[in-house]
């Protein structure tokens, strides 16, 4: 079985959810029967096809532009796939470029999406584009073969809002990595940032409204604790939001920047708290991972993030900076404890991995068993 993926910026260590999601499922999905390309963008890619982790990877032109990037690109790499990899299944991410899944039918794909998350939620998106990717969402739902979803809640909304076509959405999570190497010391914390082991908060993502961040700096500055305040990723596009947010750096307020391999991991075992104040999610993978870490976390009450179940004491009502300010204060009076080893159970890459490849090969099998029949 030879699958394309598209819709993403590309990997490995691309900045994203979805770059994270696809870089740890297709390399513990790839075997002797299973081949895997993902076609990314070329502002984020080397120019030369390169293999990660026994997965093909191949840049295809893209303008680096904030709403013209992910779908122009999407049918660019359609059209690649078709005419140059020629996959049996493609495997479209994301609402936005499921707009093109009648295209890819057309073109006579097998097509499975994962739907990441309700994207017309987010708030840099105006009433067309936000109209846009629900029509997305629909086409995928309705022409996909297969609809994915990695928020449970999400996929219990989606099978009662398209009720006749329930029986081809299902719920498959973002994954936790198996616990940052216990033999990691703080010595990996980055040195330029002057920190110490449990001394900071720490929160992970894309500089963009819908993750908070200005609530965090808010409610940071309104708490009482002595923790120093990291914040670690940048934005895909500078824009008022950004250049506004990273203007609040300060002494205690510390942008770091992107961050990856064993300073990631540090940044994450060695934090007091992490922190994901987020507005719109899908299933939060930075999340999954702080805990993977042994970190306690504390994150917004929306409905991804409490898709987690994690102990009461670790949410609070998204938006509200008082309450936020007060679960800072109080962090050594909280209860965020929880079991890990059961946690990562729930999330498990390599049987997420596993679960997914047997749904790309039943909808493969059952769909030629349909040809079949019809030519008899």
């Given at each position: 079985m030879k699958v394309c993926a598209v819709g993403l910026r590309g990997i490995p260590d691309v900045m994203g959810g979805i770059e994270s999601h696809c870089q740890q499922l297709y390399p513990r999905m790839v075997n002797d029967n299973v081949a895997i390309t993902v076609i990314g963008r070329s502002p984020y890619l080397p120019k030369h096809p390169a293999t990660y982790r026994g997965v093909e990877v191949r840049s295809v032109w893209a303008v680096k532009n904030k709403f013209l990037e992910t779908i122009l690109h999407t049918f660019l790499a359609i059209l690649y796939a078709r005419f140059f990899v020629k996959p049996d299944v493609l495997h479209i991410h994301g609402i936005g470029p499921a707009l093109y899944t009648p295209l890819a039918k057309l073109l006579g794909f097998k097509v499975i999406v994962t739907h990441h998350g309700a994207d017309y939620d987010r708030q840099k998106w105006n009433g067309f584009a936000k109209g846009m990717l629900k029509l997305g969402e629909s086409m995928a739902v309705r022409f996909a073969d297969k609809t994915l979803v990695v928020g449970r809640s999400l996929t219990y909304k989606l099978r009662r809002r398209f009720n006749k076509h329930a029986s081809r959405i299902v719920f498959v999570p973002n994954g936790a990595l198996t616990g940052v190497d216990e033999h990691l010391n703080a010595d990996k914390l980055p040195?330029?940032?002057?920190?110490?082991?449990?001394?900071?908060?720490?929160?992970?993502?894309?500089?963009?409204?819908?993750?908070?961040?200005?609530?965090?700096?808010?409610?940071?500055?309104?708490?009482?604790?002595?923790?120093?305040?990291?914040?670690?990723?940048?934005?895909?596009?500078?824009?008022?939001?950004?250049t506004s947010l990273t203007a609040q750096r300060s002494g205690n307020v510390i942008f770091a920047g992107r961050?990856?391999?064993?300073?990631?991991n540090a940044l994450y075992k060695f934090a007091r708290v992490f922190v994901l104040p987020s507005y719109h999610e899908g299933l939060p993978i930075v999340?999954?991972?702080?805990?993977?870490?042994g970190?306690?976390?504390?994150?917004?009450?929306?409905?991804?993030?409490?898709?987690?179940?994690l102990p009461s004491d670790c949410y609070f009502p998204v938006g509200d900076i008082s309450a936020l300010a007060d679960k800072l204060t109080r962090l050594d009076k909280l209860k965020l404890e929880l079991d890990k080893?059961?946690?990562?159970?729930?999330?498990?890459?390599?049987?997420?991995?596993?679960?997914?490849?047997?749904?790309?090969?039943?909808?493969?099998t059952k769909l030629k068993a349909q040809r079949h029949a019809v030519k008899e």
């Amino acid at each position: 079985m030879k699958v394309c993926a598209v819709g993403l910026r590309g990997i490995p260590d691309v900045m994203g959810g979805i770059e994270s999601h696809c870089q740890q499922l297709y390399p513990r999905m790839v075997n002797d029967n299973v081949a895997i390309t993902v076609i990314g963008r070329s502002p984020y890619l080397p120019k030369h096809p390169a293999t990660y982790r026994g997965v093909e990877v191949r840049s295809v032109w893209a303008v680096k532009n904030k709403f013209l990037e992910t779908i122009l690109h999407t049918f660019l790499a359609i059209l690649y796939a078709r005419f140059f990899v020629k996959p049996d299944v493609l495997h479209i991410h994301g609402i936005g470029p499921a707009l093109y899944t009648p295209l890819a039918k057309l073109l006579g794909f097998k097509v499975i999406v994962t739907h990441h998350g309700a994207d017309y939620d987010r708030q840099k998106w105006n009433g067309f584009a936000k109209g846009m990717l629900k029509l997305g969402e629909s086409m995928a739902v309705r022409f996909a073969d297969k609809t994915l979803v990695v928020g449970r809640s999400l996929t219990y909304k989606l099978r009662r809002r398209f009720n006749k076509h329930a029986s081809r959405i299902v719920f498959v999570p973002n994954g936790a990595l198996t616990g940052v190497d216990e033999h990691l010391n703080a010595d990996k914390l980055p040195k330029d940032l002057a920190i110490k082991a449990g001394s900071y908060i720490l929160a992970v993502g894309r500089l963009v409204p819908e993750k908070g961040f200005h609530d965090l700096i808010d409610g940071y500055r309104k708490s009482k604790t002595e923790h120093k305040l990291v914040i670690v990723g940048n934005a895909d596009h500078e824009d008022e939001y950004s250049t506004s947010l990273t203007a609040q750096r300060s002494g205690n307020v510390i942008f770091a920047g992107r961050r990856q391999g064993d300073e990631l991991n540090a940044l994450y075992k060695f934090a007091r708290v992490f922190v994901l104040p987020s507005y719109h999610e899908g299933l939060p993978i930075v999340a999954l991972e702080a805990i993977s870490a042994g970190t306690q976390v504390i994150v917004s009450d929306i409905d991804p993030n409490l898709d987690i179940g994690l102990p009461s004491d670790c949410y609070f009502p998204v938006g509200d900076i008082s309450a936020l300010a007060d679960k800072l204060t109080r962090l050594d009076k909280l209860k965020l404890e929880l079991d890990k080893d059961a946690f990562l159970a729930r999330f498990n890459w390599d049987e997420i991995a596993q679960e997914t490849r047997v749904l790309f090969e039943q909808t493969l099998t059952k769909l030629k068993a349909q040809r079949h029949a019809v030519k008899e």
